[in-house]
């Protein structure tokens, strides 16, 4: 499945737009319950535990194979929720807010942020990327199963690094980077 890391809130939230394989509208987001999703934000150690403790409230709450999340040298984490029930993630979510991030609340890009993020998309779409959408206050939302967007695809990837004068720099302050490369 043809995913997009992309980030654009602190931690992975499992409740937004459980889609991919099992239905859905198969939006990549940070709560995909189709889709590996990553986060680039600086995690502390709380962060991390935090982050551990919902895929175990998940698991304690109907989704027995809901996986931990991994972590990368960046401060950012990944977690593939494919092949999970979307229905069962979006229950289980329900129970595990409270480990969320902000109560499971989105968290609003700073202006700057948002306008790199912006230029970031702009980049992309002039160097190929054609279907490369615009982020909203809450980042950024592709639709990795119908747009055509493929992050390892070649094409992709040299627009990604053409670009990354325009992203912002991983948790940096003010909110979370952009991290292309999943």
């Known amino acids: 499945m043809r995913t997009i890391a992309l980030v654009f809130i602190t931690l992975l939230l499992a409740v937004a737009g459980c889609g991919g394989k099992n239905g859905g509208d198969g939006v990549a987001t940070a709560g995909d319950a189709g889709a590996k999703a990553s986060a680039s934000a600086a995690a502390p150690k709380d962060q991390k535990e935090q982050a551990l403790r919902h895929a175990r409230c998940m698991r304690e709450n109907g989704v027995p194979d809901y996986p931990d999340p991994k972590f990368n040298d960046k401060g950012g984490q990944s977690i593939d929720l494919e092949g999970l029930d979307p229905a069962k993630v979006e229950k289980a979510a329900q129970a595990c807010r409270q480990y969320e991030p902000n109560g499971g609340e989105p968290q609003k890009l700073d202006p700057q942020r948002l306008e790199q993020l912006r230029a970031y998309a702009k980049c992309m779409r002039d160097n190929g990327v054609e ?10 939302q592709a639709d990795g199963n119908t747009s055509g967007l493929d992050p390892a695809s ?3 990837q040299a627009a990604d690094k053409a670009c990354q004068k325009y992203a912002p720099p991983p948790g940096a302050d003010g909110g979370p980077g952009l991290d292309t490369n999943g």
């Open 154 to 156: 070649p094409s992709y």
């Open 131 to 140: 279907n490369f959408p615009d982020p909203t206050d809450q980042g950024i």
